[in-house]
């Protein structure tokens, strides 16, 4: 499985999957990181890892959609097969996955469909659950909408503050990204309904 | 503590209380178990466990504030201090929450906020989360959208339909609604901010 990651920022998520493919408990290539932020650590953990890197700054497209057709351009050529959101801050267009369809994974810091959107540590920690999490779902043109492939929890703690929590979440992430990816990667990720993304879709995962 | 349990079906959770209670485990009292429906289950289970039972049938009362003004009356009459409501369906009224405020308890078999109203489990599995559970929860004016005090989380797992992750969530449910009322019981639940419920109201739970 030919992975393409796109990330905005520090990228642990990326070194997650980086490591699982080092451990062997992720059967996948990264082929390329893309940044859409010029100093974003995670370009670091990428040379590190001898995988290739490029920097497409959203700032030089007029649109939303431009800059995901030079995205989408720069994935296929270096043969990407699945797309993984590591932490990039921006918003995808139908250019992005109408390219690959069913294969944009998203990791997101809540137990969706609570707490979508941006904040979501500081948004769980302001309604009081005793609960928290973290899901990896494909994603469609919603936020933070699409079919969920895993969840994971965390207990939220009295005293926590958003730091804390986030932290608690994130160790949670590296573990479930990778393993989300490698059920991928064994084709016991489907999509019900088939074809493109219904509002019900449901994900199936074959047990083995 | 004095309780008041008002219920309308077969009492599971009513007797996870009785039970809890059997066993030294809460700290507690049942003065009266109320029911809306004349034939409850829930009825028989208190009548076994020796406490008080009282049937209010919501049709013969005009709207709900006078059917909630006949309950807070039975409630009151029997030294009730804090309301439970284990698998009562009807919405109750301000009547009741301003008789007793911050002391109505509800079970919802979801991780609140996802999931509200009926059909949580349903909900959920049509969603397609991977995690699912249970909520206690104070009442306040909306559905199911109190302070939470106290949650536990159940996998969903594949295969499963409504009846199976019922089931599974009820389990959790029977641990979770006495054990958050051992802590009500122990004076280790406090709302903040203080005073009438808050829109940001979250609970505090002391450690001890």
Redesign the interface.
Known sequence: MVLGVLVSGSGTNLQAILDAIGAGRLDARVAVVVSNVAGAGALDRARAAGVGTLVVEHARFPDRRAFDTAVVEALRARGVEVVVLAGFMRIVTDVLLGAFPMKVVNVHPA????FPGVHAQKQAL??????A?C?VHFVDGGTDTG???????VPVL?GDDEKALTARILEKEHNLLPRALQWLAEGRVTVEPPGPLAA????????R
Not at 126 to 131: K, L
Not at 147 to 153: F, N
Not at 200 to 207: F, G, L, P, Q, S
């Open positions: 137990l969706l469909p609570a302001d309604y009081g659950v005793r609960v999490g899901t079919p969920i492939i895993a969840q994971e929890t009295e019900r879709a449901r994900v199936r995962i074959e047990t």
